[in-house]
């Protein structure tokens, strides 16, 4: 598969065309921003990392019947994914209180929630991904109202069989953010599922292994990202920069 014209560069990725039109090519970045692009850094062996952990998750999702975008891993940093025509809204699922939801709500991180919180946010980042309301997303014509009922499903879909398939390998799935996609009609899970845009919480001590790492000044980013690929597979990433 021979990579194309370059069609978007985000802070974490780069999307190619290929020599299908219905392919495109995804490649890893290990840059990483927060804060709307306010603190910029580098996380050593990131990209690999989290081609190879969203891999797995969307490989995870596709044999419980979610459909993602995901076709097969590449490279090192490479995944080639369908084709796909971004929804500019991000779904966010949330169990347990953290982030923004604990700055706007007053309640202390850690608190549970009695059931999962969906919410969307506007993917503008001039406006720094405002949060929205249903009715914003239709009126805004950003998808319809079967779209966004279908999204929230399958958010919540994704939430139960990611927090499921965790829970024995002692990681706990605080929230997460997910992106879809149009293809043939049909409503897909895209983007990436990676400890950029989940909050993974170590069971037993509550330590952070995902980017509020970077996010915090934690320190030990690529060794969280390193331990949470270990969890999942038992194995030593084989990464190569």
Not at 129 to 153: F, K
Request: proline share 5%.
């Amino acid at each position: 598969m021979e990579r194309g014209e370059l069609l978007y560069e985000g802070k974490a990725k780069r999307v190619y065309r290929t020599d299908r039109p219905d392919r495109y090519l995804v490649e890893f970045k290990d840059e990483a921003t927060a804060f709307d692009g306010k603190k910029r850094g580098t996380i050593a062996d990131k990209g690999p990392l989290n081609n190879r952990i969203s891999a797995y998750f969307f490989a995870l999702l596709e044999r419980a019947g979610i459909p993602t975008h995901y076709v097969e891993t590449v490279g090192d940093r490479e995944m080639l994914v369908q084709a796909v025509t971004i929804i500019p809204v991000e779904v966010v699922a949330r169990n347990i209180v953290a982030g923004s939801l604990s700055k706007r709500l007053g309640l202390p991180e850690g608190t549970p929630l009695s059931q999962p919180v969906v919410e969307y946010y506007y993917k503008r980042d001039d406006l720094g991904d405002p949060m929205i309301n249903c009715s914003h997303v239709v009126a805004l014509g950003l998808a319809t109202a079967e779209e966004l009922h279908r999204m929230r499903e399958l958010a919540l879909q994704v939430n139960q069989v990611l927090k499921e398939h965790l829970e024995p390998k002692g990681i706990v799935l605080v929230d997460f953010k997910l992106e879809f996609g149009r293809v043939d009609g049909q409503i897909v899970v895209a983007d990436e599922i990676s400890p950029d845009t989940c909050r993974f919480w170590d069971r037993a001590t509550g330590e952070k292994m995902d980017k509020d790492r970077f996010r915090r000044d934690l320190g030990g980013v690529t060794e969280a990202y390193t331990a949470v690929w270990r969890r999942l597979t038992g194995e030593e990433p084989d990464v190569r920069g």
